[in-house]
């Protein structure tokens, strides 16, 4: 039976709260700094409170702090083991190079085929880019799939929500039965339920408690059981 643990905690700083090398497998969406930019233009609403979501706007994760999100993900994930950054186009020039700078192999950019156009005003985009990082060296299970991924987008739910269809597919490719994947940006909890219908433990937090309420809920619907707290995190709740 998978487990989970979740927090509301910001993500750099729930990342150093995690024993050194807990992790089989991150996978994870910030919400990068080119969404402000666009949003600001109006190219884009899926960050703010609409007819579709009755969720607020959230605050973006700044490309200087990359470098300390990278580290901190270096740290807590296990030798041979992989990392998927959901960001755009843009985002993928900013984060390549630190990424490398703490140590990760870039092998590639897979390409999430939306099947549907977002907003904007001129070659409305349709896809995202997931950057496919490793550490160590690590055989994916599945050398047929292609780097492009055909799933529809999440119409009218959580702010940049990605489909649990989607997340299945980078878990059954970088982890096993068993395994922990991390989410250190869970939002709605898509990677947390993925990781649960594929009999992988889930760790994750996300600013926003309503995220956690949610995340929470689904995973309880998949049947996953909350992870018992160590006697480390009870002496750490307590300030100890």
Known sequence: ???YRLTDDDAVAWLHSLPAGSADLVVTDPAYESLEKHRAVGTTTRLKQGKGSSNPWFPIFPNARFPALFQALWRVLKRDAHLYLFCDAETMFVARPVAEA???RFWKP????????GMGYHYRARYECILFFEKGRRRLSDLGVADVLSVPRVHRGYPTEKPVALSEVLIRQSSAPGDTVVDPFMGSGSVGVAAARLGRDFLGTDIHPRARALTEERLRLEGALPQPRSDDDLLRALGG
Do not use: C, R, T, V
Request: aromatic share 14%.
């Open 1 to 3: 039976m998978p487990h």
């Open 102 to 104: 703490a140590g990760f």
């Open 110 to 117: 897979l390409i999430w085929d939306k099947q549907h156009i």
